[in-house]
T-cell receptor, first 116, second 111 residues
Framework: DAGVTQSPTHLIKTRGQQVTLRCSPI?????VSWYQQVLGQGPQFIFQ???????GRGNFPDRFSARQFPNYSSELNVNALLLGDSALYLC???????????????FGDGTRLSIL | TQLLEQSPQFLSIQEGENLTVYCNSS?????LQWYRQEPGEGPVLLVT?????EVKKLKRLTFQFGDARKDSSLHITAAQPGDTGLYLC???????????FGDGTTLTVKP
């Protein structure tokens, strides 16, 4: 069975541009979460979506937005890109909408975003 | 703020040695996961623990969740070069709508 898939794998943008990252969860998983991982640090929580509704939001500016589609895939949008947005963006899916349950998150290999 | 502190930050050992890495917090978590991440890849789930005092074993890896569900440890017996990677712990509270990661322990096992 396919795991979590993310596209594109790599992306180069310039400051001020906008970017859309895509994620397809594991089949049957209705929860999708997005994380930002800067080099040398652990992943930082951005959003969780469950059944197409936002369940949680991390401490990120309004330039970051996301949505989940009826097939449970998800997009992360970032507007007005800054140099500091350069990072690995990870998507994770899980069966449960409760991240504190015994149903863990499974991660994709991420999108490496570089801002010039 | 829920913070997860992982220690040590870096660990370099010889093949065959034993090691323990730690994940500590002042917050109580409903569940805690350990992941291993290799360069250019996403984190891969190793284990989930949900019960205080719980011990889980995965071959040479032993995971323990603290009685108060605030801390956890990962012990590796007879480390191998294939164990090299970034070990991350992540905690979440029931219906809190977020998951918190530590900054990881980078383990290098030399042949």
């Amino acid at each position: 069975d396919a795991g979590v898939t993310q596209s594109p794998t790599h992306l180069i943008k310039t400051r001020g541009q906008q970017v859309t990252l895509r994620c397809s969860p594991i089949s049957g998983h209705k929860s999708v979460s997005w994380y930002q991982q800067v080099l040398g640090q652990g992943p930082q929580f951005i959003f969780q979506y469950y059944e197409k509704e936002e369940r949680g939001r991390g401490n990120f500016p309004d330039r970051f937005s996301a949505r989940q589609f009826p097939n449970y895939s998800s997009e992360l949008n970032v507007n007005a890109l800054l140099l500091g947005d350069s990072a690995l963006y990870l998507c994770a899916s899980s069966l449960s909408g409760d991240l504190g349950s015994n149903q863990p998150q499974h991660f994709g290999d991420g999108t490496r975003l570089s801002i010039l | 703020t829920q913070l997860l502190e992982q220690s040590p930050q870096f660990l370099s050992i010889q093949e065959g040695e034993n090691l323990t890495v730690y994940c500590n917090s002042s917050s109580v978590f409903s569940s805690l996961q350990w992941y291993r991440q290799e360069p250019g890849e996403g984190p891969v789930l190793l284990v989930t623990v949900v019960t205080g005092g719980e011990v889980k074993k995965l071959k040479r890896l032993t995971f323990q969740f603290g009685d108060a569900r605030k801390d956890s440890s990962l012990h590796i017996t007879a480390a191998q070069p294939g164990d090299t990677g970034l070990y991350l712990c992540a905690g979440a509270k029931t219906n809190a709508g977020k998951s918190t990661f530590g900054d990881g322990t980078t383990l290098t096992v030399k042949p």
